[in-house]
């Protein structure tokens, strides 16, 4: 087993995650270099395993944020420590999360101001699709709803809903069926009609009920010249957004 490094108690959260981001780009390099698995039991796979758990353990130790801001961290450590992610996205997620621990969580920044709970999905759901994208729009969605930007939020909502929908017609070989004579992907109002009518899954009753709601707060948020969206009406569609997105993205088979 990799020897692993003793944690000074002088250590700062900051300086350790920065350094063990650091230690798992180097750790991936060589592991590709000598091709072996970082999902192995082999040295490189131990070594990115401990250095996960070091980063998990410094993560718990830095001061508070904003529910948004703690969401976005976990999910940059989880994509820069976890085995199967591929090179580029490791390194791209490396370099944003030392963004963040230099800028929103450094030692004087002030934690934003929360008021209930201020993450509208689960990012860890998101992530088990093991699409990049995904979890993109999710931490842009939850940020938005953690700041206030209450028709941003619902727009990436909107957005989110489209994307499950469009991969749950990949899957099943069937997205000539959402696509116009041009090759382009129907609105929202379209991809929700076909959705609905599809007959080759079964669509749960609230999932039927919760789509429709979801299609008008888009709407409303992106095309509405005198609406603005509140807090109340995003939490109002908060459970079924949640029903409708985790359905499609059984019946794309990312769940």
């Known amino acids: 087993m990799p020897r692993r490094r003793a944690r000074s108690d002088d250590d700062e959260p900051i300086a350790v995650l920065e350094r063990m981001v650091h230690e798992a780009l180097d750790v991936a390099k060589k592991a590709r270099r000598h091709r072996k698995s970082l999902a192995g039991d082999n040295f490189y796979g131990n070594k990115l395993a401990d250095l ?3 980063a998990a353990n410094a993560f718990r130790d830095l001061s508070s944020q904003s529910a948004g801001d703690v969401s976005a961290m976990a999910e940059m450590i989880q994509t820069v420590f976890f085995a199967a992610t591929p090179g580029a996205e490791r390194i791209a997620a490396a370099r944003e999360l030392s963004f963040a621990l230099r800028t929103t969580w450094r030692p004087n920044a002030s934690p934003q101001p929360s008021s209930g709970s201020d993450t509208l999905f689960p990012l860890g759901l998101l992530g088990q699709a093991n699409r990049g994208y995904l979890t993109t729009v999710g931490r842009q969605m939850n940020g938005c709803f953690a700041a206030g930007w209450y028709d941003a939020c619902a727009v990436m909502m909107r957005r989110l809903v489209e994307i499950a929908i469009i991969e749950a017609f990949e899957h099943r070989g069937i997205a000539d069926r ?10 929202l109002t379209e991809l929700v009609g076909t959705a609905m009518g599809e ?16 299609r008008d707060i888009g709407h409303r948020s992106a095309h509405g010249r005198y609406y603005h969206a509140q807090r109340e009406d995003v939490e109002r569609v908060q459970q079924g957004f949640r029903v409708v997105v985790e359905e499609f993205l059984h019946h794309a088979a990312l769940l």
């Open 178 to 187: 959402i696509k116009d004579s041009n090759g382009n992907y129907f609105q």
């Open 52 to 54: 996960r758990a070091d």
């Open 199 to 214: 007959q080759s899954w079964s669509l749960s009753r609230n999932t039927r009920k919760y789509l429709p709601q979801l």
